[in-house]
């Protein structure tokens, strides 16, 4: 199965459902109106392509295949996570009471086998919902076992073990068209590259994550990657890049706004926090404008998430000690709907705005 | 010709990853166990206790040992009295060798003076550093933390001489006695002494390997406070501070599994092992035995 011909599968089978619906608007408005014949080829051709789709890449066929679908998802999301605890739990119970060859051989054997079965498996669910389970357990695997070869044999922490488990995560997900196995190799990629920026700056690589600054280059890496590197290819993929990105940029600012004293910046704290407090909105306007201008709805919506998290901590600093509770939350009611007004004036708009300023 | 990407690629990338990654680990384990240790020490109970083994000790059936080591804080205010034994000798002191120059050579930046206005907060924001630690095993440090400790308990038990039929001082002298305890049969005697960036300069500074072990650990500069201002550090952790028990050696640990010498002090050390620091200064167990 093609990743890219199931997503667009899916995007027809969308397109005929559209188009039936509306041609039914138009016939009985009496706008349009087909022959017997042309109507029941019509149809048949439909259920022709619509069968073929369904039982080659078992695509959603209607409304309530597509409730369920989501259902599918989130138990398969929640099941690839307990899968991978338990594997890692089962290691842990009895890995004491084994010899040294035995333990390196389980893990070992572990890590290859499940990454075989996962792509065995893959062969054959045109779902993908139980490929997700398997890729996720055998990703569990190659950590226990790259993490239990450490402790086995004492070996010193090390960032370079993220490439391997990255490495491994991103095969997965894009042999797979697994979103989530994406999620986990860009962590790895953005603790690595982090760690990495703070050891240059002089720290102890496990201690990266004190100073946030050290999240920002492989931010930016991550925001850009996929207009690098094109990924029309692969369901949702792009969009995890750029809101991962965005995730590593406004997190860290959010954190240096309220605690300038974890900064690598050698000035006041208060500067510091200022500073940030006003980067945070300047990056936010950016995301919504960029999103906007390049029709990538997710960067928008975590450019409005994070632009109202950065004004109600602000609201919270200045007024939540100063001001009777009431009002405090009459400002933030009102805010709310004034954001409302704004939003619901570049929807009707079209981004008309943000399109003309370019 | 475009190149496609097959499933048949993926499985050799997969299996090639995971194999050469593996291949990696073990190569520098057996690298840091080949030829001759770096160094070997002769350590009982008392400097690595069995590891607690955190929260999911119930669902974890393997054995770790705890490397545990102190500093020796005697010139420091903390060696001050009254005498305080977790400070004078304990993980989490003042080490009288650590002062600014040895930050210096450590690669730390000390040149904001001490009086400066932005001296407090530059020196706050400094993080620990891995660099080479020097642990010395039943060596002076461990002598001179030994003899403060029976010092103080002579001290106490002159004073309750001198004030007889006083309960608090009883009690205090009680107390020194059970310092002076401690420290003689219960605590590590394993004292971070050194620290450097270049291997060779400190082997050569300590050549004895039975006595002196070289690991990597972290360092983190202090600010110090009170009457005048002076530069210090702490030793944070060992890079590789537990050590896993093997399988061979399972039998020797498992009846003291349940009885966590960290949480009955009045038990005397009961196994002793040979413990080798290898060509990567990583530890493992060579022999265990049972103290009779």
Known sequence: ?358 | MKFAWSRRLTLIAGIVLILVTNAIALLGVAYNRSGEPESQLQLTERELPMSYGGEFASDNSGIALTLTWRVYSGKTSAASTPYYPYYVASNFGEPDWLDRSKLTELGFDVSTPLDAANAERYYEKMLPKEVLLVLEFDGPAYQAARARARRHAQSQTELMAANPGKEEFKQRADRAKQDLRGEERLGSRLFVIDAGLDATALRARYPDRGHYALVRGQIRPVLGTGAKRYLTGYVTKLSVDSINVPFAYRDVFEPFAKTNRQYQSEVDPRYETTTAFGKRLEPWIVAVGLIR
């Open chain 1, 1 to 358: 199965m093609s990743s890219a011909s199931r997503t667009d599968a899916q995007q027809r089978a969308d397109d005929i459902r559209v188009f039936q619906r509306e041609l039914e608007r138009l016939e009985r408005d009496g706008i349009v109106r087909l022959s017997d014949a042309q109507r029941h080829a019509l149809e048949q051709h439909h259920e022709r392509v619509l069968a073929e789709y369904a039982r080659t890449f078992d695509i959603d066929r209607d409304t309530h295949a597509k409730q369920l679908s989501l259902g599918m998802r989130v138990a398969s999301f929640l099941g690839a996570l307990a899968l991978g605890a338990s594997v890692f739990f089962l290691f842990y119970q009895f890995w004491g009471l084994l010899p040294t060859t035995a333990q390196v051989a389980i893990l070992l054997i572990g890590a290859i086998g499940t990454f075989l079965a996962t792509i065995a498996l893959q062969a054959r669910d045109s779902t993908g919902y139980f490929t997700k389970l398997a890729a996720m357990v055998a990703f569990v695997c190659f950590v226990l076992n790259l993490a239990m070869l450490g402790q086995i044999f004492n070996i010193t922490p090390s960032d370079k073990a993220l490439i391997p488990w990255a490495a491994l995560a991103f095969l997965l997900a894009y042999t797979c068209d697994l979103r989530l196995l994406l999620a986990f190799g860009i962590l790895c990629v953005v603790a690595f590259v982090s760690a990495r920026a703070g050891a240059w700056g002089g720290l102890y690589w496990l201690d990266f994550g004190q100073r946030p600054e050290n999240f920002f280059p492989v931010a930016v890496l991550l925001f850009f990657f996929p207009s690098v590197i094109s990924h029309a290819r692969f369901t949702g993929f792009a969009a995890i890049y750029r809101v991962f990105g965005l995730l590593t940029l406004l997190l860290p600012v959010l954190v240096l706004s309220h605690w300038g004293r974890v900064s690598y910046l050698a000035v006041d704290s208060n500067v510091i926090e200022g500073s940030y407090q006003v980067l945070g909105f300047v990056v936010c306007a950016a995301a919504i404008w960029l999103g906007a201008r390049r029709q990538w709805p997710e960067v928008v919506n975590t450019g409005v998430t994070f632009f109202v998290i950065f004004l109600y901590t602000k609201f919270f600093d200045w007024w939540w000690e100063i001001m009777p509770k009431y009002l405090f939350f009459l400002v933030v009611g009102l805010t709310a709907i004034l954001f409302l007004f704004v939003l619901k004036r570049l929807r009707a708009s079209g981004y008309q705005l943000f399109r003309s300023a370019v």
